[in-house]
């Protein structure tokens, strides 16, 4: 029993050891689409108009943004506002993969059970990062896509545009969602 536990004891060391070595502070190296991220932190707000379908008048309503870097590798948002006359709100984490060289991130909110996986590249030339998301159809219950882009207007002026794939048009997308922001705060 006590061979038993003396082993137990220096695995735990082992792998607390081997863990620390491999994570250390400063270990991986901040990029240029990390610092690209860190320039969101701070308080937006929001001008919104959604689509309930793609016929459809936009419905508009107010919301904010707040942005905060956790660390150096990652971009924590939280929205809130009112949709269709409902508080609202939405949590995103935003980071870059410098293995595979995309944006990833995640997005849940007040309204669905459901998550949504995003990954996707920055456009230098048009200044816009495009995620392709997939997650659950709250209205169906299947696995759908959502293309959603950010177009950086200036260092305090943003435009998210979310699409939803067009019903029996393969390929085609439809605008579901536009929020224009206008940065308050830089913290």
């Known amino acids: 029993m006590i061979r038993c536990l003396s082993r137990c004891v ?5 792998c ?3 863990t620390a070595a491999v994570a250390q502070p400063g270990m991986f190296p901040v990029t240029e689409a990390h610092k690209q991220m860190a320039r969101e932190a701070g308080v937006w707000s929001a ?8 016929d459809a008048d936009p419905v508009s309503s107010k919301g904010q943004e707040k942005n905060e870097m956790l660390g150096d590798y990652w971009l924590v948002s939280t929205f809130t506002g009112e949709t ?10 935003l980071g870059y993969d410098p293995q595979s060289k995309k944006f990833v991130g995640t997005w849940c909110d007040t309204m669905t059970p459901y998550m949504t996986k995003m990954e996707g590249d920055y456009d230098v030339q048009k200044h816009a990062l495009t995620l392709i998301g997939e997650g ?4 169906t219950g299947e696995i759908s896509k959502s293309k959603m882009v950010t177009t950086y207007i200036d260092e305090n002026t943003k435009k998210f545009e ?4 067009a019903p029996g048009a393969d390929g085609q997308w439809w605008k579901m969602l ?10």
Request: net charge positive; charged share 25%; aromatic share 10%.
């Open 178 to 187: 536009e929020i224009s922001y206008k940065r308050t705060t830089d913290k």
């Open 84 to 93: 269709v006359g409902q508080k609202f709100t939405g949590k995103s984490l």
């Open 16 to 18: 607390s050891a081997a």
């Open 162 to 165: 979310m699409f939803g794939p």
């Open 136 to 139: 659950r159809d709250p209205a």
């Open 10 to 14: 220096l695995l735990a060391v082992a």
């Open 47 to 54: 001008e919104v108009k959604l689509w309930m379908g793609p």
